[in-house]
């Protein structure tokens, strides 16, 4: 459905009412309120009997495990669900909204975790997509002037002629967030809006967001990331199993405190990495060459040795190589050159079913590309790793109580929420989906693992378990390659981190001398004035 040019009778009553809040005034009533919101889904209620109140000029959170309601919740307000139950009022305003271009013109915009952006269109050319009559695509002069305007106003500098596919990650961020700002929102919902951005590029996105609420906008934060959330949150909304749990400020809460409310138990934040004896060389890549899926060179000359004992962490925004060093060794991806060395021998040219025959585990960045297959059921997925092997095969006959026996364990360890094992593997949501991936690779009985993005879009419950289960692989001798866009998870988790920029090793630092402030300027390729440590 088109955007509409611009806000109508029912969205110019709410910005009346927003006026005083633009002018840095408090406004008299609550912005947003949902209140008793219900949604059900055949065998689901994913919102039960939910309120949340947003004031202008506040940064109010919402947070919860996965399944617990937030997207549902926020969809419903952008108008891609509709309710069973409860009502929506802005501004005191009850309000019906029935698709997201309603939502817009009620003065509610949203960012998405997964950008929304054509690549090959420009900046201008993107917030005017949607627009009617003359600020369509056929007249932009008008959309780049305004669009300059805006830009200058909140400090979100960007080239309105650059095209998106030119443009750093942070930059198609900000171009988001011009383009509901473009529409007068008032109320923003940014939906895991750090998830793959550098440590300055947060830094620059908070200074944003609180310009924002300086002006009596409303934003609804969304993001796992507890740091930030205590950083960045006025009001904090808790959400669990589809309810509201609790609700607190910074002030009165801790990160262990928000962690437990989310889960329901007590939840182990910080690890405790104890040092430890390695052994030899397990994993070895030298001056490794991978090209991407344009024909560029997206690993250019990298080289990393892990030893048995060790987690290696590859830290990086997304883009750098880390899905193309992960897919070679693994033999999904061809070697322009270099070599790969699984326990002392080499793989002249790797293929997933050699590197497995050589005790090496994976778990992919894309689960449902590399990771599961979606038509199969929850236990097909989970044994399709060693469905060859005693004592799920017998005299050539699969022993289908042993398998189920299984699964039914690794279902239950891993916390993978599904029907049943017989459940198709595509109807879970996409945190079950990866925990169906980790729970097949983390036991098999591999002495190499190679781990890309092993919480990405799980809960903080399952994370804690998957980094127990490492932690676990590594003090029994695995050797680890720790890949993740998750900064404090490298950190916090790997004996050694190598940053990968545009393809090639920033450093290769022990934990010790391993910083936030240190590897985030790495992140953005800028390099130590000292020479990194040799690889190895």
């Known amino acids: ?124 050319e993107n917030v005017a997509l949607g627009l009617h009559g003359r600020r369509g695509l056929a007249d932009m002069a008008p959309v780049r002037e305004r669009l300059m305007e805006v830009s200058e106003r909140h400090g979100l500098v960007i080239d309105p002629d650059a095209y998106i596919w030119q443009l750093a990650v942070g930059e198609r961020q900000r171009a988001e967030i011009l383009k509901a700002l473009y529409r007068e929102a008032l109320l923003l919902v940014l939906d895991e809006p750090t998830a793959v951005l550098t440590p300055p590029e947060v830094e620059d996105l908070f200074a944003t967001l609180r310009s924002l609420t300086d002006e009596g906008r409303g934003l609804i934060f969304i993001s796992h990331k507890l740091a930030e959330v205590m950083d960045i949150s006025d009001q904090i909304t808790v959400l669990r199993d589809g309810r509201v749990v609790g609700r607190t400020t910074p002030a009165e809460t801790s990160r ?65 190589g880390q899905r193309e060093l992960a897919e070679a060794i693994f033999g999904l991806r061809p070697i322009e050159a270099g070599r790969v060395e699984v326990a002392g021998q080499p793989i002249a040219t790797p293929t997933p079913k050699s590197v497995r025959r050589r005790g090496v585990a994976f778990v992919p960045e894309e689960r449902m590309r590399h990771g599961a297959v979606g038509e199969l059921n929850v236990s097909e997925n989970l044994m399709l790793v060693e469905y060859e092997h005693r004592p799920y095969v017998r005299a050539g006959l699969l022993q289908f109580g042993v398998i189920a026996e299984r699964c039914q364990e690794l279902v239950r360890r891993f916390t993978v929420k599904t029907p049943s094992i017989t459940t198709q593997t595509s109807h879970l949501s996409g945190g079950n989906i990866q925990k169906v991936v980790i729970a097949r690779e983390f036991s098999a009985a591999a002495e190499v693992l190679i781990v890309a993005q092993p919480t990405r879009g799980i809960d903080i419950g399952a994370a804690e378990y998957v980094h127990e289960r490492l932690l676990s692989k590594r003090a029994a001798g695995a050797a680890i390659l720790l890949i993740t866009e998750d900064l404090d998870e490298a950190l916090q988790m790997s004996d050694r981190v190598v940053v990968l920029f545009e393809g090639r090793a920033m450093c290769n630092l022990p934990r010790s001398e391993a910083t936030t402030d240190r590897v985030g300027l790495l992140m953005t390729g800028v390099r130590e004035e000292s020479p990194a440590p040799a690889l190895g």
């Open 256 to 320: 262990e405190g928000l962690a437990s409310m989310m889960v329901g138990r007590e939840v182990r934040l910080v690890r405790d990495v104890p040092d430890q004896d390695t052994g030899e060389d397990r994993l070895v890549v030298d001056g490794l060459s991978v090209r991407g899926d344009r024909g560029n060179i997206a690993l250019d000359d990298f080289s990393v040795r892990v030893t048995g004992g060790e987690i290696v962490g590859i830290a990086g925004v997304s883009g750098n």
């Open 1 to 124: 459905m088109a955007e509409p040019t611009d806000i109508t009778a029912a969205g110019a009553a709410a910005l009346g009412a927003s006026a005083d809040a633009l002018q840095g005034r408090a406004p008299a009533s609550p912005m947003l309120e949902m209140t008793g919101i219900t949604k059900r889904f055949p065998g689901v209620i994913a919102n039960e009997d939910v309120d949340l109140t947003v004031l202008g000029g506040q940064v109010h959170t919402l947070l919860g495990e996965n399944g617990a309601g937030k997207s549902t919740l926020v969809k419903i307000l952008y108008g891609l669900y509709r309710p069973d139950e409860g009502e929506v009022k802005i501004n005191g305003s009850q309000v019906e909204i029935g698709s997201p271009a309603e939502a817009i013109s009620h003065g509610i915009g949203m960012i998405h975790q997964h950008f929304m952006l054509v690549p090959t269109l420009t900046v201008a």
